[in-house]
T-cell receptor, first 112, second 115 residues
């Protein structure tokens, strides 16, 4: 069955630390991949997306993600986090038959 | 402004009292979907719709109904709410089917409490 897993349930970092959130998926077909962010009390917003081409994609607010097809992974990175990055982060994939599957989310807390 | 609008944003109701959460999008999107978000469980899809008059069950459809009579609207109906439907609900829309699609635009969320 198709699924998306995220490595960490809760991550705590100090400001200026580097961030990497893991995401792996289980699906054998063509995928579109997404990272969404949900700031406290708000709705989900798109951070970045991968459809095809360059496996390193850049998104808003300095985030980037790398698609590694052989590892079925789409990890999110940011070189230096800020307090305002405190949020919940969701990895998601869209299958070739248009179903969107979300991971369980990773809660990021950034300490000033 | 492109947006997905949900109403109500907050609702407290009692077991068995029918309610409807409305969802409307102004982006002419074909695809619309409802999710519920619960602590530790992430987002789970309730129902989705590929186009007008086309709806299908998601992962957790029990206790919910939907309809898609117009492209812009996708209401979620709880015919007889129960406490286990207490949750945060999100409506989302997307351009449609095919390659290079799937980016979801979310509403602000509707927090429902069933007593």
């Amino acid at each position: 069955a198709q699924s998306v897993s995220q490595h960490n349930h809760h991550v705590i970092l100090s400001e200026a630390a580097s961030l990497e959130l893991g995401c792996n998926y289980s699906y054998g077909g063509t995928v579109n991949l997404f990272w969404y962010v949900q700031y406290p009390g708000q709705h989900l917003q798109l951070l970045l997306k991968y459809f095809s081409g360059d496996p390193l994609v850049k998104g808003i607010k300095g985030f980037e993600a790398e698609f590694i097809k052989s590892k079925f992974s789409f990890n999110l990175r940011k070189p230096s986090v800020q307090w305002s990055d405190t949020a919940e982060y969701f990895c998601a994939l869209k299958t070739s038959y248009d179903k969107v599957i979300f991971g369980p989310g990773t809660s990021l807390s950034v300490i000033p | 402004e492109a947006q997905v609008t949900q109403n109500p944003r907050y609702l407290i109701t009692v077991t068995g009292k029918k309610l409807t959460v409305t969802c409307s999008q102004n982006m002419n999107h074909e695809y619309m979907s409802w999710y519920r978000q619960d602590p530790g469980l992430g987002l789970r899809q309730i129902y989705y719709s590929m186009n007008v008059e086309v709806t299908d069950k998601g992962d957790v459809p029990e206790g919910y109904k939907v309809s898609r009579k117009e492209k812009r609207n996708f209401p979620l109906i709880l015919e007889s709410p129960s406490p286990n439907q207490t949750s945060l609900y999100f409506c989302a829309s997307s351009l449609g089917q095919g390659a290079n699609t799937g980016e979801l635009f979310f509403g602000e969320g509707s927090r429902l409490t069933v007593l």
